[in-house]
Antibody
């Protein structure tokens, strides 16, 4: 079964740090781009970060750039999100997401086809 | 960054109704547009990718259309299990890949 399982969410004070993990199983983890998406309860989805299949390319939302670091360990089938200098507005459910490319010739389309169950990060004093 | 605007923000419909949700991009994204469904307490589920391609296992009452800046998600005959929040997402070029603000479909 294809599965993503996040962990590491917790209550942390503003300015603190947290590392989220996402364990992948049931597919060849090293072959896929991976993303983090977050959602404040009752609000919409917000893209946070992306890493390519070998970890050489990363992208971040402006709101987390310089504070969050995405990484992966393909030998352990695990995705990470290191979150530093946390702010109250970082409070959210964080989802680990797989992107599956579908290519027609040279044109590829990317859908987020597998999602974890989410892990909750609460930043509060 | 590319901005995605969905309309309406919410709608009320009855079982059997035809439902249409629209999504507009702030610039041309060709057909790099996905639709997701999210039910309360659950992770989102991919319904449509590349504007009109049905993800495996998704019922055929769901369909997508559009290109460039204007896109539509249609549910041909609303079923009880379709009451949820729907999001569009653009995946044009490299990330950031932005989402629309969501459309809540509830029971009339």
């Amino acid at each position: 079964e294809v599965q993503l399982v996040e962990s590491g969410g917790d209550l942390v004070q503003p300015g603190g740090s947290l590392r989220l993990s996402c364990a992948a199983s049931g597919f060849i983890f090293s072959g896929y781009w991976m993303h983090w998406v977050r959602q404040v309860p009752g609000k919409g989805l917000v893209w946070v970060s992306h890493v390519d299949s070998d970890g050489s390319t990363t992208n971040y939302a402006d709101s987390v750039k310089g504070r969050f670091t995405i990484s992966r360990d393909n030998a352990k089938n695990t995705l990470y999100l290191q979150m530093n200098s946390l702010r109250v507005e970082d409070t959210a459910v964080y989802y680990c997401v797989r992107v599956n490319p579908v290519c027609y010739g040279r044109r590829c389309y990317y859908g987020m086809d597998v999602w974890g169950q989410g892990t909750t990060v609460t930043v509060s004093s | 960054d590319i901005q995605m605007t969905q309309s309406p923000s919410s709608l009320s419909a009855s079982v059997g109704d035809r439902v249409t949700i629209t999504c507009r991009a702030s610039q041309s994204i060709a057909r790099h547009l996905n639709w997701y469904q999210q039910k309360p307490g659950k992770a989102p589920k991919l319904l449509i990718y590349a504007a009109s391609n049905l993800q495996r296992g998704v019922p055929s009452r769901f369909s997508g259309s559009g290109s460039e800046t204007d896109f539509t998600l249609t549910i041909s005959s609303l079923q009880p299990e379709d009451f949820a929040v729907y999001y569009c997402q653009q995946t044009f070029n490299t990330p950031p890949w932005t989402f629309g603000q969501g459309t809540k479909v509830d029971i009339k």
